[in-house]
């Protein structure tokens, strides 16, 4: 069986102050810190990596990273979202309501993915030839002349919250979270990368073995 590499990213001194539930925030600030040392620091063209994420509680100063070892969850070699997506496809639905639970508490504080791809210009329209291969379910942005390349981090923690850490090459990266309007009812990503985080965290979470 593939060993699991760990790896330890710091932590800044200071919270982002993005959500206003405090261990969301913690994790929004975890996460931009992982995408800063394991993502920009090691540099673009990368493959794309999963890994369990473990914080002791919200005052640490480091987070430990276990990346999955490529064979576990993508022995296909297919798009990485294609793989996600048949790894959680037969584990279980997350509850609408789950019940809050502390990171110190869990064996788990969440999953991500780190992963690269091509965007095109939000306020371009397709072409006629894109879109009859998008119609064909082509993927088409890295074929763009004006395509633009992005570094991307999705994650669920426990709670199902979602979060979404986005850098354009060349820029400054950005952090979203489904906590920041409503910390006390966590909303669902939406799309198949949140999805499948969401039903692999519960899925841990609850003990249950995935890998």
């Known amino acids: 069986m593939p060993s699991w590499e760990k790896r330890t990213v710091l932590m800044p001194s200071s919270p982002l102050g993005l959500c206003r539930d405090k261990l969301a925030d913690a994790m929004a600030?975890?996460?931009h810190a992982i995408e800063a040392r394991e993502g920009e620091r090691r540099g673009?063209?990368?493959p794309a990596r999963l890994f369990t994420m473990h914080l002791a509680d919200i005052d640490?100063?480091?987070?430990?990273?276990?990346?999955v070892p490529t064979l576990m969850w993508n022995s296909w070699d297919i798009n990485p979202a294609d793989a996600l997506t048949r790894l959680a496809r037969h584990l279980p639905d997350p509850?609408?309501?789950p019940r809050r639970r502390e990171y110190a508490?869990?064996?788990?504080t969440g999953t991500a993915l780190m992963f690269e791809g091509w965007g095109r210009p939000g306020d371009r329209e397709l072409t006629e030839s894109e879109q009859r291969k998008v119609e064909q379910g082509t993927r088409i942005n890295h074929l763009a002349a004006d395509r633009i390349e992005t570094r991307c981090v999705y994650a669920a923690d426990i709670n199902q919250h979602q979060f979404h850490v986005f850098r354009v090459r060349?820029?400054?990266a950005r952090v979203y979270s489904s906590a920041e309007l409503a910390a006390d009812t966590p909303t669902s990503g939406s799309g198949r990368i949140p999805d499948a985080l969401n039903r692999i965290v519960h899925a841990l979470r609850e003990g249950r073995r995935v890998f």
Do not use: C, F, K, Q
């Open 60 to 67: 640490s100063h480091s987070i430990e990273l276990r990346v």
């Open 44 to 46: 673009w063209d990368r």
């Open 29 to 31: 600030t975890a996460l």
């Open 105 to 108: 508490d869990s064996p788990i």
């Open 95 to 97: 509850p609408a309501e």
């Open 170 to 172: 060349g820029e400054e």
